[in-house]
């Protein structure tokens, strides 16, 4: 049978979830670190798909617990067993060395893991949500086992890794991929009462989405198909990532991890900003989840029907926007009033270009021509007193647009001067819209592997 392993630090609530999982108290469950001694297996089931889950001892390093040494070998063991992991980690703690420490221990391994953050039970607790990214992996799902917010999602995402499940899975994907095939996916995003289901109207031009002035009022992603000028899109409306100091706890405040998903679907993400409160740290970390996901974006400034209609002012708001979101230079920016529908077809535009930019191709000839030219105008620093050098560059199949760069000492290409040539070669080859990833590869290594 599938196996699911509960791994984490002591403390953070795995047997909480445990017993929430399989619907009873089996696991001990106290506010000490360490009651959990040995490991703890039962079946579970969830949308009629069988799988066992397993509750381990808290991971601790060194050997201050005289259990510690015990713990680990049975932690060590279950990794070896498990066909998953999900990492749970303490949301009202916040990330520690420790989760740290247990990431790179996962990391060694083949298994793929989900994080569960627990104890996310307080609106004050939502912000803590972003740091758990910082481990590395992309299924990072809040929960709170106590009050049994997120465990559904939780279970989805569990059941998506069984294979039975899978091939089910799969045929509706496939299906549904085939269905979109020539439709862009688009995802507007933003913070709360920004203006997101007013501006999915306007763009309908009918009222679709639920409109209001209460921050939170679209709870789930809405899927809704449109055409123009013989462009298919499909808009997910998603509930907006709302500030801490700003939500009351529900329903909604789950809604981070369904945006979240959003924009790791979309092809394309609208950015959409207040006019009259410019950029603000909440916008700067939903395109810091953008640039982490290397999408394709157009930024929205929103409202502008508000401000004074004067060049001075909108290029003052467009400098803000530009400064704040600095680490996405690629994503255009789009004046619009959502209510008046003004902007919408230069918004249109602007997702279509960004769409066919990230799918663009570029020869092999004029690639390595483009990186030629750049060399010439600001050659790589040196690495361990010897000069770093590209000997040949290939873009790779898929988007957003891959190069493949083979160099002699990959690690010597520091952030600076990477950002320096993605940044050079968006502007050589017409990727100004688009983000691009580069990949630094040893050439040796292409001998090395045969």
């Given at each position: 049978?599938?196996?699911?392993?509960?791994?984490?630090r002591p403390n953070v609530g795995k047997s909480?979830?445990?017993?929430?999982?399989?619907?009873?108290?089996?696991?001990?469950?106290?506010?000490?670190?360490?009651?959990?001694?040995?490991?703890?297996?039962?079946?579970?089931?969830?949308?009629?798909?069988?799988?066992?889950?397993?509750?381990?001892?808290?991971?601790?390093?060194?050997?201050?617990?005289?259990?510690?040494?015990?713990?680990?070998?049975?932690?060590?063991?279950?990794?070896?067993?498990?066909?998953?992991?999900?990492?749970?980690?303490?949301?009202?703690?916040?990330?520690?060395?420790?989760?740290?420490?247990?990431?790179?221990?996962?990391?060694?391994?083949?298994?793929?893991?989900?994080?569960?953050?627990?104890?996310?039970?307080?609106?004050?607790?939502?912000?803590?949500?972003?740091?758990?990214?910082?481990?590395?992996?992309?299924?990072?799902?809040?929960?709170?086992?106590v009050q049994r917010n997120g465990v559904a999602?939780?279970?989805?995402?569990?059941?998506?890794?069984?294979?039975?499940?899978?091939?089910?899975?799969?045929?509706?994907?496939?299906?549904?991929?085939?269905?979109?095939?020539?439709?862009?996916?688009?995802?507007?995003?933003?913070?709360?009462?920004?203006?997101?289901?007013?501006?999915?109207?306007?763009?309908?031009?009918?009222?679709?989405?639920?409109?209001?002035?209460?921050?939170?009022?679209?709870?789930?992603?809405?899927?809704?198909?449109?055409?123009?000028?013989?462009?298919?899109?499909?808009?997910?409306?998603?509930?907006?990532?709302?500030?801490?100091?700003?939500?009351?706890?529900?329903?909604?405040?789950?809604?981070?991890?369904?945006?979240?998903?959003?924009?790791?679907?979309?092809?394309?993400?609208?950015?959409?900003?207040?006019?009259?409160?410019?950029?603000?740290?909440?916008?700067?970390?939903?395109?810091?989840?953008?640039?982490?996901?290397?999408?394709?974006?157009?930024?929205?400034?929103?409202?502008?029907?508000?401000?004074?209609?004067?060049?001075?002012?909108?290029?003052?708001?467009?400098?803000?926007?530009?400064?704040?979101?600095?680490?996405?230079?690629?994503?255009?920016?789009?004046?619009?009033?959502?209510?008046?529908?003004?902007?919408?077809?230069?918004?249109?535009?602007?997702?279509?270009?960004?769409?066919?930019?990230?799918?663009?191709?570029?020869?092999?000839?004029?690639?390595?021509?483009?990186?030629?030219?750049?060399?010439?105008?600001?050659?790589?620093?040196?690495?361990?007193?010897?000069?770093?050098?590209?000997?040949?560059?290939?873009?790779?199949?898929?988007?957003?647009?891959?190069?493949?760069?083979?160099?002699?000492?990959?690690?010597?290409?520091?952030?600076?001067?990477?950002?320096?040539?993605?940044?050079?070669?968006?502007?050589?080859?017409?990727?100004?819209?688009?983000?691009?990833?580069?990949?630094?590869?040893?050439?040796?290594?292409?001998?090395?592997?045969?």
């Amino acid at each position: 049978m599938f196996r699911v392993a509960l791994i984490g630090r002591p403390n953070v609530g795995k047997s909480s979830l445990f017993n929430r999982i399989i619907g009873k108290r089996k696991a001990i469950v106290e506010d000490i670190p360490g009651v959990t001694r040995d490991r703890l297996v039962s079946k579970a089931e969830w949308r009629g798909v069988p799988f066992e889950i397993v509750d381990t001892g808290g991971y601790i390093q060194g050997d201050e617990d005289k259990f510690a040494p015990y713990l680990r070998k049975q932690i060590e063991k279950e990794l070896q067993f498990a066909d998953l992991i999900v990492f749970v980690v303490d949301g009202k703690e916040g990330l520690t060395q420790a989760d740290k420490d247990i990431a790179d221990m996962l990391r060694k391994t083949d298994k793929s893991v989900i994080v569960a953050v627990n104890k996310i039970d307080s609106p004050s607790r939502e912000e803590n949500l972003y740091e758990f990214y910082e481990l590395g992996f992309d299924k990072v799902i809040p929960v709170s086992a106590v009050q049994r917010n997120g465990v559904a999602e939780l279970l989805d995402e569990i059941v998506k890794h069984i294979p039975e499940y899978e091939i089910e899975a799969t045929k509706e994907e496939e299906e549904r991929k085939e269905e979109y095939r020539d439709v862009i996916k688009v995802a507007i995003v933003g913070k709360p009462n920004a203006g997101k289901s007013s501006l999915l109207n306007g763009i309908l031009g009918e009222e679709r989405a639920v409109v209001s002035n209460i921050p939170g009022t679209t709870r789930d992603v809405v899927d809704t198909l449109f055409e123009w000028n013989g462009q298919k899109f499909l808009f997910l409306d998603t509930a907006g990532l709302r500030k801490k100091s700003k939500v009351d706890y529900g329903l909604e405040f789950f809604s981070v991890g369904r945006t979240l998903e959003a924009i790791k679907k979309a092809d394309v993400v609208v950015h959409v900003i207040d006019a009259q409160e410019g950029a603000t740290e909440q916008d700067t970390k939903i395109a810091h989840l953008i640039q982490k996901y290397t999408k394709p974006a157009v930024i929205v400034i929103n409202k502008i029907d508000t401000l004074p209609q004067r060049k001075e002012v909108l290029n003052r708001i467009r400098n803000q926007v530009k400064e704040k979101l600095y680490f996405i230079p690629y994503a255009p920016v789009v004046f619009v009033s959502a209510t008046q529908r003004k902007g919408i077809k230069q918004l249109l535009k602007e997702i279509v270009d960004v769409y066919n930019q990230a799918w663009k191709r570029v020869g092999t000839g004029q690639l390595n021509r483009a990186i030629k030219q750049i060399l010439s105008l600001r050659h790589p620093p040196s690495y361990r007193g010897k000069p770093l050098k590209i000997y040949y560059a290939t873009q790779l199949e898929g988007k957003p647009p891959c190069f493949l760069l083979f160099v002699n000492y990959p690690e010597g290409f520091k952030e600076h001067y990477v950002r320096f040539l993605e940044n050079s070669l968006r502007d050589t080859l017409g990727f100004e819209k688009s983000p691009i990833k580069l990949i630094f590869r040893e050439r040796e290594s292409i001998y090395k592997e045969g």
